[in-house]
């Protein structure tokens, strides 16, 4: 969702198009241990691009996210969690723009009173996490917990998936999940789960503030192409394939996606919360997005990594 207000902080609003001349270029001098790196990814020569349908899905403007250890670019991959070379994530980004956490007196991270030890130390107990990750959970995620508003979009989905009985993404799981216990971990879960984390021991409320207001409507085809009857069954056939085949086997994000439905729809009275830190019960760590990073008011945005 694009803002229409012009008055707003910059780290407020979603960052589009127009909006990308005013940033900093920032350079691996400029990070911080801690930094959040959030990027949209680019599919060359393909027809069309799966971080598209990620942005699209999840209302940012990005498709992945990774966390900053003061060397690497810690983050999940098609090979488990690694800590990857910042400069060559160009190769795979459209753009990468540069994310810092400051708590609500407004001090940044690495200050006297927000040590970055903490969140790096947590982020390298994921490393090596043997949990592969892929887009296409993400996107399986996303699909659960937003709503598709578009049949072009549903489409997608399917394609995306190999059809509405989800062939790549099972074919995915079969091939890198070998039991029941060991669910995947996606990029933003990465992230959210670093900083939470960080939290209880240190003595330093480090979790990330998410504003939730924008997941509170749950609903399947909202718009004049809804009265179409083959995109309506196509649409409950996927959620109960996608629902089962998760089920099945990634029980645990299964788990929180069906927990966090059940407070979304319970905050949708008129006490509701309008925001819950990524990580808690009532935000896990697995249900956080993209999106939801970028949104969060914490991070305030620095810049574009150009190196």
Not at 240 to 260: G, V
């Amino acid at each position: 969702m694009k803002s229409n207000q012009t008055t707003a902080p910059l780290q407020q609003q979603l960052v589009t198009g127009e909006r990308f001349n005013e940033l900093a270029n920032l350079s691996l001098k400029d990070l911080r241990p801690g930094d959040v790196i959030l990027s949209r990814g680019i599919c060359p020569g393909k027809k069309f691009c799966i971080s598209d349908v990620i942005v699209k899905l999840d209302g940012g403007d990005y498709s992945h996210a990774a966390f900053f250890d003061g060397e690497h670019f810690v983050q999940a991959t098609t090979k488990g969690v690694k800590a990857s070379d910042p400069v060559r994530q160009k190769e795979h980004q459209s753009y990468l723009h540069v994310y810092r956490f400051h708590n609500e007196q407004g001090e940044p991270l690495d200050s006297p009173s927000l040590p970055s030890k903490p969140l790096v130390d947590v982020s390298h107990t994921l490393l090596n996490t043997p949990y592969a990750y892929d887009e296409l959970v993400l996107v399986a995620t996303l699909v659960l917990m937003r709503q598709i508003t578009h049949v072009s979009l549903l489409k997608d989905i399917i394609e995306v998936f190999g059809g509405v009985a989800l062939t790549k993404l099972r074919n995915w799981i079969k091939k890198h999940v070998l039991h029941n216990d060991e669910d995947s971990i996606i990029c933003s879960e990465l992230v959210a789960r670093t900083y939470w984390s960080a939290s209880p021991s240190k003595g330093v409320p480090y979790g990330l503030p998410i504003p939730i207001t924008h997941r509170h409507k749950l609903k399947a085809l909202a718009t004049a192409d809804a009265s179409d009857v083959e995109s309506q069954q196509d649409y409950q056939e996927l959620m109960r394939n996608l629902e089962s085949l998760l089920s099945e086997t990634q029980p645990q994000l299964m788990t929180a996606i069906d927990l966090h439905r059940e407070q979304q729809q319970l905050m949708q009275g008129a006490n509701s919360r309008d925001v819950l830190i990524g990580g808690s019960t009532l935000l896990p760590a697995n249900c956080v997005s993209p999106c939801d990073l970028q949104r969060s008011p914490a991070l305030k945005l620095m810049g574009n990594y150009i190196d």
